[in-house]
């Protein structure tokens, strides 16, 4: 079993920037899939940034590409979504998600753990 918890949400204004973390706990493995999806009101969950942890392969929605990077910090189990020039079309609840090692999930919902969810609001 894994447990994530996600931190770091907020409210902005549109340009405005926030750093989301998320951190991994239990039976966590290296070279695993772990990535952010959110949920806008009225929208499907979507993927938005994933990452191979230990290996650096990213992938990115292209709403998101430019604006937002993802990133690890192996040594404490942690996932990174630094968010920059924020647009009201990125609020949402926004989830740390964690794949078993061997499934690549990269942007899909193959993914076996979620977190909580932590609330980002961008107003103009």
């Known amino acids: 079993q894994v447990e994530l918890v996600e931190s770091g949400g907020g409210s902005v204004t549109v340009g405005g920037s926030l750093r989301l973390t998320c951190t991994a706990s239990g039976y966590t493995s290296s070279k695993v899939c772990m990535a952010w999806f959110r949920q806008s009101p009225g929208k499907e969950r979507e993927g938005v940034a994933a990452i191979y942890t230990g290996v650096g392969l990213t992938y990115y929605a292209a709403s998101v590409k430019g604006r937002f990077t993802i990133s690890q910090d192996g040594a404490k189990n942690t996932v990174y979504l630094q968010m920059n020039n924020l647009k009201p079309e990125d609020t949402g609840i926004y989830y740390c998600?964690?794949?078993?090692?061997?499934?690549?999930?990269?942007?899909?919902?193959?993914?076996?753990?979620w977190g909580q969810g932590t609330q980002v609001t961008v107003s103009s």
């Open positions: 998600a964690y794949a078993r090692r061997g499934i690549r999930a990269e942007l899909s919902d193959d993914y076996n753990y």
